[in-house]
């Protein structure tokens, strides 16, 4: 049974950056059907960033140009690049299967964006 879990979190202020990390742990991951999502208070989950079941990459409209997904396989680790963070990005982030019966969901990162 994999295992996700998110680090990286933290406090920035608008503009700045910040690089999440979801590490798989418990057997070799491909993340492929795999992404980050995430939820502001009082607001539904989102998936921003994900890779298909073929590896390409696709976002949100809101963090297109902004936020890249990448993985490092030797790693088993997925990450997710953050510039340009704006305050409406002010959010639990989460990384977990596209694929609703496969998600479980962690813990997840906070990451807030002060103005």
């Known amino acids: 049974q994999v295992q996700l879990v998110e680090s990286g979190g933290g406090l920035v202020q608008a503009g700045g950056s910040l690089r999440l990390s979801c590490l798989a742990s418990?057997?070799?991951?491909?993340?492929?059907?795999t992404g980050w999502y995430r939820q502001a208070p009082g607001k539904q989950r989102e998936l921003v960033a994900h890779f298909s079941d073929s590896g390409t990459t696709d976002y949100a409209d809101s963090v297109k140009g902004r936020f890249a997904i990448s993985r490092d396989n030797a790693k088993n680790t997925m990450y997710l690049q953050m510039n340009s963070l704006k305050p409406e990005d002010t959010a639990v982030y989460y990384c977990?299967?596209?694929?609703?019966?496969?998600?479980?969901w962690g813990r997840g990162t906070q990451v807030t964006v002060s103005s």
């Open positions: 418990g057997s070799i991951f491909s993340f492929y059907n």
């Open positions: 977990n299967s596209i694929i609703p019966l496969r998600q479980t």
